[in-house]
């Protein structure tokens, strides 16, 4: 306003003054005085009368906000400044700013007043995911955690997911459509509610493993069958059997096929799988023993080929007579084994094996001692018909595949076990100085006695020193 009177007064001056000299000295006394006088109206500063404002948490500050009256100037041609050094709009609180307002006399005006910063917005609630708007779409024995489907942020306090609350829980384990009412609110009390509806679906396709990859090798002339190359899970659905589009001769080596395995459970799930299959010999025989533990007296003789059963080949046929397998020794106890080899003119190579154990058996001794009954006692003799102690023992011995020293201190040195006469087992060799028998347990023992007497059975131990073992 002051410029437009300037230049009224200049205007004036031009048209008057330089026009009219004559008026000059008046004309320009009466300006003088217009210009001084009016300059001289205004003296009043302009009156902030915001005590306290508040701006939402974020919003820049905006000296428009401050209500201030200038009693000649209008609001808009007001200078409005603020020291908003102390003011943090990311902030929650209460800060003091100091505002000055100046009109257009320069009139200055200051005052310091309170902004409070303040979180007005609610929480923002959205669906995670795919799902779209209030609909939700829920796997069927999925998570039950409302976080899984919502996310919940607040413009203040971020993620505010964690305090999502809800008027039921999600039930899961059924499906069908569920309404759930959600709210979540901010630290400063503002409240968001929405309600949605869980639709719970089985939404998951089985579950197609490949044991081998896709590239497969189908042996020759065997049955075709998809769980020797893959297994299929789905979530409900117990057994889901898939559908092999594409055939495959297994008569024909070599023979490359493309199978496709398409597998669908009762809700329309689909899964599919591509095999590349291909026929070869990959088998040796198959070897098929009548057992594959045996147990053998010690030096028994023993034909180890008439345990194969069976040995038939997929190309080559009856192998049986081709099968090899190595030999054991009888003549030591403990526990053998016997490797049957087969090898197809593919070079597919089976093995099974047998197990053989070897045994020392007293009873077996024992028996064959006590046939001798009757036999007269002859020092010196060995057999078969009369014996002394030694030469008793010796030839019992050794009709069991047990080769044992002539005489009684022989027998005794050679043992491979000197045993307590507490410890003796049957067929254990009882010995004394210069007297030798066999045990056959519950205190007695059978033996060639002297001359004069026959090989018996005697009852009482106590006379010998301990026993001899063998085994």
């Not at 997911?161 to 384990?173: A, N, Q, V």
């Not at 059997?241 to 493309?258: A, H, N, R, S």
């Not at 154990?357 to 009954?373: A, C, D, M, P, Q």
Request: aromatic content about 8%; glycine content about 8%.
């Amino acid at each position: 306003m002051k410029t437009d009177v300037q230049t009224r007064l200049k205007t004036l001056f031009e048209e008057t003054v330089l026009k009219r000299k004559a008026m000059f000295i008046p004309i320009l006394g009466v300006a003088t005085f217009m210009l001084v006088g009016y300059a001289g109206v205004d003296h009043e500063k302009p009156e902030i009368l915001s005590n306290h404002i508040e701006i939402p948490y974020g919003e820049k500050f905006d000296t428009d906000m401050i209500d201030i009256i200038d009693n000649h100037d209008e609001r808009s041609e007001l200078v409005v400044n603020a020291n908003t050094q102390s003011l943090n709009v990311n902030q929650l609180g209460s800060y003091q700013v100091e505002v000055e307002a100046t009109d257009q006399f320069n009139n200055v005006a200051v005052k310091t007043i309170q902004v409070d910063v303040v979180d007005d917005e609610s929480p923002k609630i959205k669906t995670v995911g795919a799902s779209n708007g209030y609909y939700i779409e829920v796997p069927v024995f999925g998570s039950s955690d409302l976080s899984s489907y919502l996310k919940a942020t607040d413009n203040v306090d971020g993620d505010v997911t964690p305090f999502i609350e809800s008027d039921k829980k999600l039930d899961t384990s059924k499906q069908g459509t569920q309404t759930i009412e959600v709210s979540v609110s901010d630290n400063s009390g503002n409240t968001t509610k929405e309600t949605y509806k869980f639709f719970v679906a089985d939404m998951q396709a089985p579950e197609i493993t490949l044991k081998s990859g896709n590239d497969i090798t189908v042996n020759y002339g065997s049955e075709f069958k998809w769980q020797d190359y893959m297994t299929i899970k789905d979530n409900l659905d117990v057994n889901v059997e898939p559908q092999i589009e594409g055939k495959i001769d297994t008569k024909q080596l070599d023979q490359q096929t493309t199978l496709t395995v398409i597998v669908k459970d009762s809700a329309g799930n689909t899964s599919k799988e591509t095999l590349n299959a291909t026929v070869k010999d990959v088998t040796g025989p198959e070897i098929v023993l009548s057992t594959n533990k045996v147990s053998l007296d010690k030096g028994a003789q023993v034909d180890l080929k008439s345990y194969i059963t069976s040995a038939v080949d997929n190309l080559d046929g009856d192998m049986k007579d081709k099968i090899t397998f190595n030999t054991i020794d009888t003549s030591t106890t403990g526990n053998k084994t016997v490797t049957y080899t087969g090898m197809d003119t593919a070079g597919n190579k089976t093995e099974v094996q047998l197990q053989v154990e070897v045994t020392f058996s007293g009873e077996r001794i024992v028996n064959t001692g006590l046939s001798k009954r009757g036999c007269p006692y002859v020092w010196g003799s060995t057999g078969p018909n009369s014996f002394d102690c030694s030469g008793f023992t010796q030839w019992v011995y050794r009709q069991n595949g047990i080769s044992i020293p002539r005489t009684s201190a022989e027998q005794r040195a050679s043992a491979k076990k000197i045993v307590s006469l507490s410890e003796l087992e049957v067929g254990d060799i009882l010995w004394r100085s210069g007297h030798v028998g066999i045990y056959i347990g519950n205190g007695q023992y059978v033996h060639a006695p002297h001359t004069g007497d026959v090989v018996k059975v005697s009852s009482g131990i106590g006379s010998f020193t301990c026993g001899l073992r063998y085994q």
